[in-house]
C-alpha cells in the first residue's frame, strides 16, 4: 500500500514568484497542484466574430510608448518623423489601463532598453536605423537632451509621462522588433498563468505586429487593440497590419467595445460580493 502521510496543509509554504503559479512545499513534502483559476468569461464584439476568453487568463502588453518615438524633442521627431499617429494611443491607454489593472491584469510595458556598450545589438539591426554607417542611432547621443537613443535607463528609452505608470506593472526590455527575441517575456507569461494577450502601442506595423506574431507562434491568443495601437508608416501599413492579424494572427478590437464589457464584468463582480 501506499503511504499517503501528509502533513497538516498549514505546514506548507508557498513557493513561486507568481500567485498564478506555485508549489506549496515543507520540508518534507513539495506539492505540485497548483492553485485553481476561476475564468472570468468576457464576450466582445471583434467585428467578424463575437470572442469570448478568460480575463483571468489575460495581460496587456503595451509596446515602445516611449519618448524617442513618441515624443516632440525624441528620437524620431529629431530625424524627421512625424510623432503625432505615434500619440494618438495615448488618450485610450488612460482610459483603458486603470479599468484593466482594476480587474488584476498584468499590465506589461515592452519598451527598447539597450545596454549602453550595444553588445547585444548586430550591425543588421543597426544598420537599420543607420543605413549610412552616420547620423544618430541606436545608443547615440541625441542633440539637445543628450540622452542615448533607446538606451535602458535613459529619458530616451522613458515611458511618456502622459501614460501613468503604476509599481504592480511589469517591465520587460527588448532589443528586437519582436519582444519574444532574446527576452524573459514569454518566461514572466508562463509564470504568470496567461493564454490571452492584447496588444497595444507602436509602431503596429514593426514592433507590435512582430511581437504578435511571435505570440502567436508561441500558442498565445492575440487580440491587437486598433485604436491603442498606431504607426508612423504610411497609412497602408497599417490597413494591411489589421488585414494580417484578422487574417492569420488573431482578432482586431476597439477599446471602447473592450471597456465596456469589462464595465459589465465589474458590476457582476460587484454584484457577487456585495454583503
Known sequence: ??????????????????????????????NLVRPPV??????????AKLVTFDLARTAIIVVDMQNDFCH??????????DVTPARAPIAPLQR?????????????????????DRLNLSPALLHV????GTGVGLGDRLPGTG????????????????????????????????????TELDSILRNLNVTTLLFAGVNADQCVLCTLQDANFLGYDCMLLRDCAATT???YCMAATV???????GFVLESSVLTAALAGKRAAIAEVNAP
Not at 74 to 80: S, V
Request: charge should be negative; hydrophobic fraction near 40%.
Open 233 to 235: 508608416s504610411p497609412d
Open 1 to 30: 500500500m501506499t503511504d499517503i502521510r501528509l502533513q497538516p496543509v498549514d505546514d506548507l509554504q508557498p513557493l513561486g514568484a507568481s500567485t498564478r503559479n506555485r508549489w506549496s512545499v515543507s520540508a518534507t513534502q513539495a
Open 38 to 47: 476561476v475564468p472570468q468569461p468576457v464576450t466582445i464584439d471583434a467585428g
Open 243 to 249: 488585414y494580417n492579424v484578422n487574417q492569420c494572427f
Open 72 to 81: 516632440p524633442d525624441g528620437w524620431l521627431a529629431h530625424i524627421g518623423v
Open 129 to 132: 536605423y543607420k543605413p549610412s
Open 96 to 116: 483603458l489601463l486603470p479599468v484593466l489593472r482594476g480587474l488584476d491584469v498584468p499590465v506589461i510595458w515592452l519598451n527598447w532598453g539597450n545596454r549602453p
Open 147 to 182: 540622452a542615448r537613443v533607446l538606451e535602458r535607463g535613459s529619458w530616451s528609452a522613458s515611458i511618456v509621462e502622459e501614460l501613468t505608470v503604476e509599481s504592480t506593472d511589469i517591465h520587460v526590455a527588448k532589443y528586437r522588433m519582436s519582444g519574444f527575441q532574446d
